[in-house]
């Protein structure tokens, strides 16, 4: 159900964007060219022996998934999205960090001037041909790497990012994206509840589904944690709570009646029972 390791964006040295599905590792590299800092996989080591192989999903896989509109899967990210999008409004210039196949962006309308980025070239490409347009760019590039003009942004998004990150990578990928932001602009961070019944949805889906996720999601966040990691990278106002809980299963039984259970249950029933969590917070002023 994760929608995107394809966005471990932010590394300060080495990338191959030709060596990209979907999801996928990264890995910098020392002056001497030896690997190291593998940041995709727990369990791998330089040959990418036991690990997870990224090759395996073609190029806008989660997209498709979205836009089939049934089914488990695609309502997951369609309420996913729908909460991410509720807490942009009113903040117009947006950066999304590690947006694949640029779904969340093609689902923004007029009112939003949005900049994706991701280093895999083939997702970006995918992204230009079904949602580019003067409101909407892609860049194949890491966040260091941005045009001194994309800056400034009111809102920046992470979803479901953090999770397939090293904790060592944390602090520079969240540091680096708040350095984008206008002063009092707006961080939203999605991953998913390890304090929830999440470990035991992994399961499910590594055991029935096409993808193993276990070995992607090598950082694991609860609520505490990640609010002590907003609070560390300097972002005041910070706010995290759970959300998605039992909506999109009911999709197996209409599609409807998932989104009726998905209103139902904000508040106390996805603060003790969501999958997910949503952590935001503000950039300072000055």
Known sequence: ????????????????????????????????????GNLGLAGADDHGNGGFDYQTISGGYYDAVFR???GIQSKWHHLKFRRVIDEMEGRPRHLDVGCGPGTLIGLLDHRFISTGIDICAAEIEYARSAYE????????????????ECCDYDVATIVEVI???????????????????????????????FRSAWPLVEVLV???????????????FTPSRLRRLLQDVGLEDVRVHPYLALAPFAAALGWRLADTLAQLERGPVERVAGLLLLGTGSKPPG
């Not at 590594?206 to 694991?220: F, S, V, W």
């Open 1 to 36: 159900m994760t929608t995107r390791l394809q966005r471990h964006l932010l590394l300060r040295e080495h990338r191959d964007p030709e060596r990209c599905g979907p999801e996928r590792r990264w890995q910098t590299q020392s002056a001497n060219g030896d690997s190291r």
């Open 68 to 70: 089939r509109g049934r």
């Open 133 to 148: 347009s003067t409101s909407k760019r892609f860049f194949a590039v890491h966040s260091q790497a941005l045009p001194d």
């Open 163 to 193: 999770e397939h990150l090293a904790p060592a990578e944390l602090d520079d990928v969240l540091r680096t994206v708040i350095e984008r932001l206008r002063p009092g602009g707006k961080l939203i961070v999605t991953t998913p509840n």
């Open 206 to 220: 590594d055991h029935l589904g096409e993808l193993d996720y276990a070995p992607q999601h090598i950082d694991r």
